[in-house]
């Protein structure tokens, strides 16, 4: 915005050193999370039922009796049955089984005509500093522990640190997992919990830095979303989203990628590169 003041360079480093200042990373993260509702590739699923009904009519005539007069009744003859001939049973017909291709996975809205696992640029994003840079970060030596923090939003409750609300469920699509890494926890005053609301009804999974959250035991697809903190790559499931941090322009790439594979003992796909600001959507 025009009334910011630019970033120093002392900023931008501690920014690639995860040395940020809590009001910076909060304004990454809520520029994130509105990027993860506007661009999140939702899949939609339309499903078409088709009744046929065949009716066919069957016409029978009832035998007519002559009333013209008296009859005279008459004995029929008993006639043999024929003798029995040889019946040749029928050859059984062979039908060759129909086999149909399994469907084709459909792209989510945004992604047309892009391979699943395929990173694609979807935006540039401004790095908004203003006066928050010039406070200063926080002393790394007062760093008593780190967390990944996972939530699995299901579309009800809210999820706050301590008094400041920080994910609402209401306004994202169930399954999109919003995930803060590298949570600072420090030995000189005490940290926020993490406090769910009643009507919360997804999943949180917090773990020591770098360790994968527990699965729900199905497994799936996920649409990747990744913030770019810095140059090095962001590894994903396997998949390799390289990253970007304009100095001229003070741009961060968003880069993302659907139909990333995870396993049932795998909340998401896991991150085992970690380099920017990570959503996804589960793929249903």
């Not at 992604?111 to 699943?116: L, R």
Request: charged share 20%; glycine share 12%; hydrophobic share 35%.
């Amino acid at each position: 915005m025009s009334d910011e003041q630019p970033m120093s360079d002392a900023f931008k480093a501690r920014m690639r050193q995860g040395l940020s200042t809590m009001a910076v990373r909060e304004r990454m993260r809520e520029r994130a999370r509105n990027r993860a509702i506007a661009g999140g590739a939702l899949a939609a699923v339309v499903i078409a039922a088709g009744t046929v009904l065949g009716v066919q009519a069957l016409a029978g005539g009832a035998a007519q009796q002559d009333m013209a007069g008296p009859g005279t009744s008459t004995t029929a003859e008993p006639t043999a049955p024929p003798a029995p001939g040889p019946t040749e049973a029928p050859e059984p017909t062979e039908s060759a089984p129909t086999e149909s291709a399994p469907a084709e996975p459909t792209p989510p809205p945004g992604f047309d005509g892009v391979a699943a696992g395929e990173p694609l640029v979807t935006s540039t994003i401004p790095l908004e500093s203003g006066d928050a840079g010039a406070g200063g970060g926080y002393d790394p030596g007062q760093v008593e522990r780190r967390t990944d923090i996972y939530v699995l939003c299901e579309g009800t409750g809210t999820v706050s640190l301590g008094d400041e609300p920080w994910i609402d469920c209401t306004t994202l699509q169930p399954g999109t997992v919003a995930v803060e890494l590298d949570r600072p926890y420090f030995s000189d005053w005490d940290d926020d919990e993490l406090v769910v609301s009643d009507d919360f009804d997804g999943v949180v999974r917090e773990v020591p830095a770098g360790e994968a959250p527990a699965g729900t035991g199905t497994g799936g697809t996920a649409t990747v979303h990744v913030i770019c903190f810095g140059d090095a790559p962001t590894v994903v499931g396997g998949v390799s989203f390289e990253c970007s941090w304009s100095d001229d322009d003070e741009q961060a790439r968003s880069v993302a990628a659907w139909g990333v594979p995870f396993g049932p003992d795998e909340l998401v796909p896991r991150i085992t590169e970690r380099n920017g600001f990570i959503t996804f959507v589960i793929e249903r």
